[in-house]
């Protein structure tokens, strides 16, 4: 038994260095994705139910490693926070984003925005709001086009920065939406002040639709919750016709999810719109 506690004690601490030696060499191939160009941009659509239009896009990172091949933002996401990578690569996704959605603008057709995640890291970066300034005036896209999503953990932060950041993101009129709702602590108090104009409902919430009576009341309550506060509802992770058609029937005002677009490259984005009506 002694024996055995041992060689588990020796296979654990392996298996650890490599995972630790993994993650120093992603940590090191992460600092020079963004100068090697392997970090590229998808874009999911955002559907209005009463119209079935298109309204913005949600811009999602990937990385095109050149050993590992794509890899996902739920694995380097996290390490580009820890190291503070984040800071650079969120500027370049929203560099990114406010151009290609300046290409996207029709002076016939509706207003399509793009929604940029935004990691509660950079909002203790006091450069954010010059970032965001520069990113609106270097593509010339209009601050009312461009939806910042927020994370509740981000609102509940209550460091000097982060709020400063909040209050003049809000001076700049861009869209302001809080991804994951319902996840996160709860930031009831916060949604008034920071003049938040859109829920997300987290995807944990629809994947059981229509089945799960338990989801569908939390769902109909964020509805009825962000309809008093005058906010609008996305419903995220939307994969099915049936959860659709629930949405629809609660009063969800926007969809988000594989039923309605997975996250696609700016050729087909462009393609999407063209089908668009004129107005
Ligand atoms: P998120 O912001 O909640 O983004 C939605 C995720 O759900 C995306 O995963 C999207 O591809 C996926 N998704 C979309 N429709 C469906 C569906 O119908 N069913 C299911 N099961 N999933 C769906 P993705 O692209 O892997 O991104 C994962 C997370 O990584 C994002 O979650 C976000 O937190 C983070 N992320 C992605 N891009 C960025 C970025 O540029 N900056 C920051 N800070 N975070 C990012
Ligand atoms: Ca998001
Ligand atoms: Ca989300
Ligand atoms: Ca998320």
């Given at each position: 038994a002694k024996n055995c506690g041992k060689n588990n004690a020796k296979l654990y601490s392996s298996s650890l260095t490599m995972q630790i030696m993994s993650h120093v060499k992603l940590e090191v191939g992460l600092r020079k994705a963004l100068q090697n160009d392997e970090l590229y941009l998808l874009y999911q659509p955002q559907i209005d139910?009463?119209?079935?239009?298109?309204v913005g896009f949600e811009a999602l990172v990937r990385w095109r490693h050149p050993e590992r091949g794509i890899i996902s933002p739920t694995e380097f996401i996290p390490l580009a926070e820890e190291t503070g990578l984040i800071v650079p690569i969120g500027e370049w996704v929203l560099r990114t984003a406010c151009k290609q959605a300046t290409g996207w603008q029709h002076p016939r057709r509706r207003p399509v925005r793009v929604a940029v995640n935004l990691s509660a890291k950079q909002f203790k970066d006091e450069n954010l709001t010059q970032i965001v300034l520069s990113a609106l005036h270097d593509s010339?896209?209009?601050?009312?086009l461009l939806e910042l999503e927020l994370t509740e953990g981000t609102l509940m932060d209550d460091a000097r920065a982060t709020m400063v950041t909040l209050e003049q993101l809000r001076g700049i009129g861009v869209y302001l939406s809080i991804d994951?709702?319902?996840?996160?602590?709860?930031?009831m108090n916060y949604l008034k002040r920071f003049d938040v104009r859109a829920l997300k409902i987290d995807k944990s919430f629809i994947s059981?639709?229509?089945?799960?009576s338990e989801n569908a009341a939390i769902t109909r309550a964020i509805i009825a919750m962000a309809h008093g506060l005058k906010m609008a509802v996305v419903a995220e992770g939307v994969e099915t016709d049936a959860q659709l058609q629930l949405l629809e029937q609660y009063g969800c005002d926007m969809v988000q999810g594989y039923h309605l677009g997975?996250?696609?490259?700016p050729d087909s984005v462009q393609r999407m719109l063209s089908s668009q009506p004129e107005l």
């Open positions: 139910v009463a119209s079935s239009q298109i010339g896209l209009p601050a009312e994951d709702f319902g996840t996160g602590y709860s930031s059981g639709l229509p089945a799960d997975h996250p696609s490259p």
